[in-house]
């Protein structure tokens, strides 16, 4: 799968907005869904997934993970590991490459695939846009369902 070659890291960081995905048990029945990364002193990322169970107002959920870029020549391809020694593919697909306001997320197996965007809303040219390019990738976007998210 080809990724997003140039991904700077330092932009990247911060907390991106679930806006949809294909669903998964690890995240069954959350919504309002967020993923934090920051910088560890190692070079590795530090990743916070947050959500509430059932409804935006449910049971705050919360797990942390780890992330390796494995080649700094493909810094859009990366592992993320919330169980050592068992890391995930974690592809940067499409990114805004001037506001880092968008990111398209998939693995090397067609079953996971996320929109992410810096604010909880995403305008539906940018969505479509989104959803055009998982298809084109080979992705079944009949299975992606839209995550509620709080307002701004």
């Known amino acids: 799968m080809e990724t997003v070659k140039d991904v700077d890291i330092e932009?990247?960081?911060g907390t991106w907005y679930e806006i949809a995905?294909?669903?998964h048990s690890f995240e069954k029945d959350l919504v309002g869904v967020t993923a934090t990364y920051s910088l560890k002193s190692n070079g590795n990322?530090?990743?916070l997934n947050q959500g509430y169970k059932g409804s935006l107002?449910?049971?705050h959920s919360k797990a942390k993970a780890f992330a390796k870029i494995p080649d700094p020549n493909n810094t859009g391809r990366l592992?993320?590991?919330f169980f050592w020694p068992f890391g995930a593919d974690y592809l940067v697909l499409d990114l805004d490459k001037d506001n880092y306001s968008y990111a398209l997320i998939g693995s090397s197996a067609p079953n996971y695939l996320w929109i992410l965007g810096r604010t909880p809303q995403m305008d539906k040219q940018t969505y479509q846009m989104l959803v055009d390019k998982a298809k084109l990738l080979g992705y079944d976007i009949s299975k992606l369902?839209?995550?509620p998210q709080k307002a701004e």
């Open 45 to 47: 990322l530090s990743v």
């Open 79 to 81: 592992k993320v590991y």
């Open 11 to 13: 932009r990247f960081l």
């Open 145 to 147: 369902e839209v995550v």
């Open 57 to 59: 107002n449910g049971k």
């Open 21 to 23: 995905r294909f669903p």
